[in-house]
């Protein structure tokens, strides 16, 4: 009896140190993050991702370089993801989502090994949970794993890793690199980076050390830049456009204070990412001086504010300190009070786990069960679902050719990709600044296209400017005439006569 007892103790030890295995938890987390994002409503690209896909398949379908022939303020880098998945599957959501979850479990993975040098296994293993769970939130953009911030935050964790254990000039030239294309990718990584120089500065590194990081930033930078001229794109398109032309009026940081304070709230304070706020205060008078996690934290935070549009794939720049924060100060008091790890796993996964309802109801529709169908053609009118901007989309390619253009003038970006026509401006989604509508004026006195999407529901009136709207108006009774209204869309034909 005594032996079976034992037996069965061992039994479940056994089963114990499995389940804190940092691969397996891994493991558990890719399958749920692929869950969220592959099985999310409509099935199609989002808006972001559209616009990328757009550019990026007229880019190596079409030749028209980013920023002349499609302008997003994106890395190039973006754009030559999305472009290659078009070259290999034609428009599709879940190749670059593909990409992106194996990138966030790269970065998931490094987060470990930052913990367990750090602060030993017990750290370590916790972090993934904290994490890996946290990514997978509603509230940090659980589905949108092939954003910019997705491919900044692993090269910089991956940076961060590196810099813990460089002891010469070329130890930390290689962490400058991976910061540096971190930094390519998107430019609030420049505030990571400046995280782990001033925890150099309090760690008194050499020189030579940090001279050597700053190195490889700048050599990384300049690979972009030469992969712009090679590729065609113009360096000064690339900053105007990628860059300066996103500040100022009309732009898309151009919001009210309250706008601003709203939803700082929205996303920092009315959100599940609080539940992570007094461990990281834990943390911070465990430590009793900033280091390299608080600086992290604090510098990713000052660059979601400075940004200021709050979005919810913002939110994961912050998140890798933020976690292993999170992750050493629960260790500690864990074991301080001799708290099993395996236990502190279950509790974070049964605190932290997302939502899978919006999955669960796919899984449904996937079966078969009915839905109710939204409604066109009365009022009030509705913005059509994603899916059926697909449908819309599909309508368009079957009654235009190849060669003609199409204007989707609103948030249409779905259309504009799944139709595979392209627009007659290079601001093919609603731009404000005077820039943008200087050119989007421009292309469409140049190229009339075949057909003018105009939407009939409320959010065109909301979202799309009254000399924008007028400019389409007018261009419409000119030289249109309505070829019919699907989807509250009203479909307006070029009239060749």
Same mark, same amino acid.
């Given at each position: ?21 940092? =691969? ?139 810099? =813990? ?91 009210? =204070? ?116 939204? #409604? ?95 400019? #389409? ?25």
């Amino acid at each position: 009896m005594k032996n079976a007892k034992n037996m069965s103790s061992n039994s479940w030890d056994g089963v114990f140190a499995f389940l804190q295995q940092p =691969l397996f938890i891994i493991g558990v987390i890719c399958v749920l993050q692929l869950c969220i994002t592959l099985l999310s409503n409509g099935f199609v690209l989002s808006f972001d991702e559209s616009i990328w896909h757009y550019i990026g398949r007229n880019w190596l379908r079409h030749g028209m370089v980013p920023y002349t022939g499609g302008i997003d303020n994106k890395s190039p880098l973006i754009f030559l993801v999305y472009g290659c998945s078009d070259l290999l599957f034609g428009p599709n959501y879940w190749l670059p989502r593909l990409i992106g979850t194996f990138c966030e479990m790269t970065g998931l993975y490094f987060v470990f090994k930052i913990a367990d040098a750090v602060s030993g296994r017990f750290a370590g293993v916790l972090s993934i949970p904290i994490y890996g769970l946290s990514l997978l939130w509603h509230a940090t953009g659980g589905k949108y794993v092939d954003f910019t911030e997705t491919f900044e935050v692993m090269f910089l964790i991956i940076a961060v890793y590196r810099s =813990l254990s460089a002891t010469d000039f070329k130890g930390w030239f290689i962490t400058g690199l991976w910061a540096g294309i971190a930094l390519d990718f998107r430019i609030t990584a420049a505030f990571g980076i400046l995280a782990i120089l001033l925890a150099g500065l309090q760690q008194k590194r050499s020189v030579g050390h940090q001279l050597g990081l700053i190195a490889g930033v700048i050599t990384a930078v300049i690979m972009l830049l030469i992969f712009c001229l090679f590729t065609g794109i113009k360096i000064s398109e690339f900053w105007t456009y990628g860059f300066s032309d996103n500040f100022g009026a009309g732009s898309a940081t151009a919001h009210t =204070l309250a706008y601003k304070l709203e939803n700082f709230l929205e996303k920092f304070v009315y959100s599940p990412i609080a539940i992570l706020y007094p461990l990281l205060i834990a943390y911070v008078f465990l430590k009793r001086k900033a280091d390299l996690l608080i600086w992290w934290c604090a510098l990713s935070f000052t660059a979601v504010s400075l940004v200021g549009i709050f979005d919810v794939v913002h939110l994961k720049d912050v998140l890798p300190a933020l976690a292993l924060s999170n992750a050493i100060a629960m260790s500690q008091l864990s074991q301080r009070y001799g708290i099993r790890l395996y236990l502190v796993v279950i509790l974070l996964f049964v605190i932290l786990f997302p939502s899978l309802s919006e999955p669960i109801q796919n899984i449904r529709i996937l079966a078969g069960q009915e839905t109710v169908q939204p #409604v066109y053609g009365q009022e009030p009118y509705i913005n059509p679902s994603e899916g059926d901007r697909k449908l819309l989309a599909s309508w368009i390619k079957q009654h235009t050719k190849a060669s003609d253009l199409v204007l989707v003038h609103s948030y249409g970006t779905q259309i504009q990709c799944y139709s595979e026509r392209l627009s007659p401006s290079v601001y093919f989604s609603i731009n404000r600044t005077p820039l943008a509508k200087k050119r989007f004026y421009e292309d469409l006195n140049k190229n009339k296209p075949e057909l003018i999407l105009v939407p009939m529901f409320a959010e065109y009136q909301q979202l799309v400017d009254a000399d924008q709207r007028q400019f #389409v108006a007018k261009l419409v009774q000119q030289h249109y005439f309505l070829d019919t209204t699907i989807y509250n869309y009203n479909i307006y034909r070029l009239n060749r006569k």
